[in-house]
C-alpha cells in the first residue's frame, strides 16, 4: 500500500507534468489511489490547501513565468497552463496577482514599479554585503528550468510533512548551481533545500548540501517569484561591475523570507545571496 507521502509527492508530480489537464478532486483522488472524500480531507490536513487552492496556485505560478520569461501570446499561456478560455485565464489570473495577464507581462518587462532613476539609470535595488552563516541544507536536485523548481520543493515539503520534520526546520532555500547564459535550460542544476541542523538525520530521496558562510551581497527582492530575473540582471549587470567585488566561485542561493502558501504574491520576500570573494 502506497504511504501518505508517496501519495502527496505523486499528486504534486501530476499537477506538474499535466498543468493543461483535468486536474478535479476527482482526477488528483485517482492519482493518489484514495477516495474523493478522504483525499480532501488528508490533502488539506496536511498542506493546510485544498486541492483545488494548490491548483491554482501552481498554474498561476507557471503562467506569471511565462509572460516575463516567453513570447507566447496569453492565448497560449492560457492554454498551456490549463484554462478553458483566455476570460477565465485572465478573472482568476487577476485574483492571484491582482493585475490583468497583460499588465503583469509588461510590469515585467519594464522592472518593478517603483524604479528610481539617478544619474539616468534605473536604481531598481538595495544591495547590501553582509557576513552569512554556513547552511547545512536537506536538499532534492532539480535539472531543468530554474522557474520549474517548485517541483522539487513541493516533493521535499510533502517529505517534511508526512514525517514531521517541520520543527528541525530553519528556512527553505533554493541553490541555484549554474550560470542560466552557459548552458541550455533543459541542462541547468538547481537545489530545493530546507535548512537543518547538523543532528538532523537525512530522509531518503534528501541528500546533504553544505553552503560555506562569509562575505555575500544580499539584495531583498519582495513580489512574484518570475520577477527574481531582473534582480539578479540588476546585480550582475549593474551592482557587481560598480561595487569593485569579485563574486566567488560558489553557487548563488536563495533564502525565501515567508510561504506562498500563505502571502499573496505581491508580499512574497526573497533573500538573493550571491558570495563574494574574501578582502585581503
Known sequence: MASYEDRLRRV????????????????????????????????????????????????????ACWLVQTDWTIDQIASRAGYDNPQSFARLFRSQFGMTPMAFRQAGQAGPPDVVFVEGQPNMFDVEIKEKPDLRLAAMTHIGPYPEIGRAFEQVSAIFTSQNLWAQARGMVGVYCDDPASKPESELSSEAGVVIEDGFAMPNDLHEKRLMGGRHAVLVFKGPYSGLRAAYDHMFGQWLPQSGEEPADAPCYEIYLNNPREVAPAELLTEICVPLEPRA
Do not use: K, N
Open 12 to 63: 504534486f508530480d501530476h499537477i506538474y507534468d499535466h498543468p493543461d489537464g483535468d486536474l478535479s478532486l476527482d482526477a488528483l483522488a485517482d492519482v493518489a489511489a484514495m477516495s474523493r472524500f478522504h483525499w480532501h480531507r488528508v490533502f488539506h490536513a496536511m498542506t493546510g490547501e485544498t486541492c483545488a487552492q494548490a491548483v491554482r496556485r501552481l498554474r498561476a505560478h507557471r503562467a
